[in-house]
C-alpha cells in the first residue's frame, strides 16, 4: 500500500468523486462500477494513468504508485474470477431470519446447498463475462461468416437463449446467423471442392519448375490439364494457398514522360506497332546486365520476334564489347525454324552497339533492315524491356557460381519460355505455337 496520507482538503476532493465509496486518511474504498470501467478501458488499450485522469482523479494527489497498485490488484482479480473478482468482498449480505429453528442436520444440509448454489452462479457469470468480452475483443475486423462462427463456438455449450443477444453484440443479423448454420453441408462441399481445385492449380503454377500468375495459370490448366477455371476462382484460391507470382520491381524511368527530343539516329520503323501479326518481319533487340558468382558481372544480347514475343537468337558474354551484339545476329541468320521475311528488320535502341558502323554495314550484308527507338524511350521497345524483366524474375543469376551455370539457366528458362510459358496476348497460346498459328493462317 503506498504511504501517502490524504490531509482534510484532499477526502473532502476525493469523496466528491462519484467512484468513491469511502476515504481515509491512508485508503480509499473504490465502486464497484469504477473498477469494472477500469478493466473495460484497461483492454481496448487505455494506460492506468489515462483512465483515473478520464474519471475526475487527480493522479498526483493519489500518487502514482498507489495507481498502480490498483491496476495490479484488479487486473489479477479479473483474470481470476472475471467481472465477480471486482466486487468488494467486505460488504455483508443481509439475511433473512428463518421463521422456526433447524435442526443441525437441516442447516448443514441447507448451507450445502446455498454452496453448491452460489459455486454454480459463480461459474456461469465468470464464464458468461469472459464469452462476451471475448466476442467483443475478437469480433473486431471479422467479415459476417467469421462472426457467424465466433457465435457458434459461444452458444453451442447450452446458451442458444443467448443468440439473440451475440448478435446484436457483434452487430450481425439473426436471421444471418440461423441461415449460417443450415448452409454448413454447402460451406462442407465448396471447402472440399477448393481443396480439389487448390491441389490442380498449385500444380499449375509449380509446372516446371517456374512460379505463374493467374492468368498463365488458367492457361496452363486449359492447355495441359484441359481443366478451366473463371480466373476470380483462380485468384481466391491463390489468397488461400497463399500462392504468389514474382512480380517486378517498378522501374522508375519507365514513369517518365514522353521523351519530346526528336533527334533519331535512325527512323523509327516501328512506331511501337509490335503485333504487326507476321512472323519475322519486326524484331527486336537489347542488351541487359547480369550479375552473378562473386561480384562478376555477364551481359546478355537477345533477338525477339515482335509478333509472336519468341525469342530468336541470343548471345551471353563476359565483355560489353561490340561482338556481343554483332554475334547475336549470326545464330538469327543460321535458324532454321522458318524464314525470315523479305522486309525484316532489327529495332533497337540508340546504343553504341546499334549505332556502330559495323553493326549496321553488318545489317546491310544480311539483307536486315534497321529501326530505332527514340533516344531515352524505353516504350519504343517494351516487349523486349518486358521479356527481360520477366526472366529476371525467374532466373537468379547472383546464385550462379560461374557463367557457365549462368548460361544453363538462361537456356532452361529460354525453352521453358518459348514452348511452355502461355501469354494471354497471344491468344493464351505459347510464342512457339503462335508463330505456327500465323504461319498456318497466312
Same mark, same amino acid.
Given at each position: ?18 467512484? /468513491? ?14 473498477? !469494472?470501467?477500469?478493466?473495460? $478501458? ?35 482479480? @479479473? ?38 448454489? %452460489? ?6 457469470? #465468470? #464464464? ?5 468480452? &471475448? ?36 452487430? /450481425?443479423?439473426?436471421? +444471418? @446467423? ?8 454447402? !460451406? ?46 483462380? &485468384?481466391? %484460391? ?5 500462392? /504468389? ?8 524511368? =519507365? ?5 519530346? $527530343?526528336?533527334? &533519331? ?5 516501328? $512506331?511501337?506497332?509490335?503485333? #504487326?501479326?507476321?512472323? *519475322? ?11 552473378? *558468382? ?67 554495314? %553488318? ?44 548460361? =544453363?539457366?538462361?537456356?532452361? @528458362?529460354? &525453352?521453358?519460355?518459348?514452348? @511452355?510459358?502461355?501469354?494471354? +496476348?497471344?491468344? #493464351?497460346?505459347?510464342? /512457339? $505455337? ?9
Amino acid at each position: 500500500m503506498s504511504k501517502k496520507h490524504f490531509n482534510p482538503s484532499e477526502r473532502e476532493q476525493l469523496s466528491a468523486n462519484p467512484y /468513491v465509496l469511502r476515504v481515509s486518511e491512508k485508503s480509499i474504498t473504490y465502486a464497484d462500477e469504477f473498477k !469494472r470501467l477500469f478493466i473495460d $478501458q484497461y483492454l481496448l488499450g487505455r494506460t492506468p494513468r489515462e483512465i483515473f485522469e478520464a474519471n475526475g482523479f487527480d493522479v498526483e494527489m493519489l500518487g502514482m504508485k498507489r495507481v498502480e497498485q490498483c491496476a495490479d490488484r484488479w487486473k489479477k482479480a @479479473y483474470e481470476k474470477d472475471g467481472i465477480i473478482g471486482l466486487a468488494d468482498s467486505r460488504k455483508e449480505a443481509a439475511l433473512r431470519p428463518s421463521k422456526r429453528p433447524l435442526s443441525k442436520e437441516e442447516i448443514i444440509a441447507k448451507q450445502e446447498a446455498k454452496i453448491r448454489l %452460489l459455486e454454480e452462479q459463480l461459474a456461469y457469470v #465468470k #464464464k458468461l463475462d469472459k464469452n462476451e468480452r &471475448r466476442l467483443l475483443a475478437n469480433g473486431k475486423d471479422l467479415n459476417p461468416s467469421e462472426c457467424f462462427e465466433l457465435i457458434r463456438h459461444v452458444v453451442k455449450n447450452g446458451r442458444e437463449r443467448m443468440t439473440r443477444y451475440f448478435c446484436d453484440l457483434l452487430g /450481425v443479423s439473426r436471421s +444471418g @446467423y440461423y441461415n449460417y448454420l443450415r448452409s454448413a453441408d454447402k !460451406r462442407l462441399a465448396r471447402k472440399q471442392a477448393d481443396e480439389k481445385a487448390g491441389d490442380l492449380i498449385k500444380k499449375a503454377f509449380h509446372k516446371r519448375g517456374f512460379k505463374k500468375g493467374s492468368r498463365s495459370i488458367k492457361m496452363t490448366l486449359e492447355q495441359e490439364y484441359h481443366t478451366v477455371y473463371n480466373l476470380k476462382r483462380i &485468384r481466391r %484460391l491463390m489468397r488461400k494457398f497463399n500462392l /504468389v507470382c514474382p512480380h517486378r520491381r517498378a522501374n522508375p524511368y =519507365r514513369r517518365m514522360a514522353k521523351a519530346t $527530343q526528336e533527334h &533519331r539516329t535512325l527512323e523509327n520503323m516501328l $512506331q511501337r506497332d509490335f503485333k #504487326k501479326g507476321i512472323p *519475322g518481319l519486326a524484331l527486336l533487340t537489347d542488351i541487359t546486365y547480369l550479375p552473378y *558468382g562473386n561480384s562478376q558481372m555477364a551481359y546478355f544480347s537477345t533477338i525477339l520476334d515482335a509478333s509472336t514475343g519468341e525469342l530468336l537468337a541470343q548471345n551471353l558474354s563476359p565483355t560489353l564489347h561490340l561482338p556481343l551484339a554483332t554475334e547475336t545476329v549470326e545464330p538469327l541468320m543460321k535458324q532454321k525454324r522458318f524464314k525470315l521475311h523479305k522486309e525484316a528488320f532489327i529495332h533497337s535502341d540508340q546504343g553504341d552497339h546499334y549505332t556502330s558502323p559495323i553493326y549496321q554495314n %553488318l545489317l546491310k550484308s544480311k539483307g536486315l533492315g534497321q529501326s530505332m527507338s527514340r533516344r531515352g524511350n524505353c516504350w519504343d521497345n517494351a516487349p523486349q524491356e518486358s521479356f527481360f524483366g520477366h526472366m529476371k524474375d525467374h532466373v537468379k543469376s547472383r546464385d550462379c557460381k560461374n557463367l557457365a551455370e549462368l548460361e =544453363r539457366e538462361i537456356k532452361r @528458362y529460354i &525453352r521453358y519460355y518459348n514452348h @511452355y510459358r502461355y501469354q494471354w +496476348g497471344l491468344k #493464351k497460346m505459347t510464342p /512457339v $505455337q503462335y508463330r505456327n498459328h500465323l504461319l498456318s493462317a497466312a
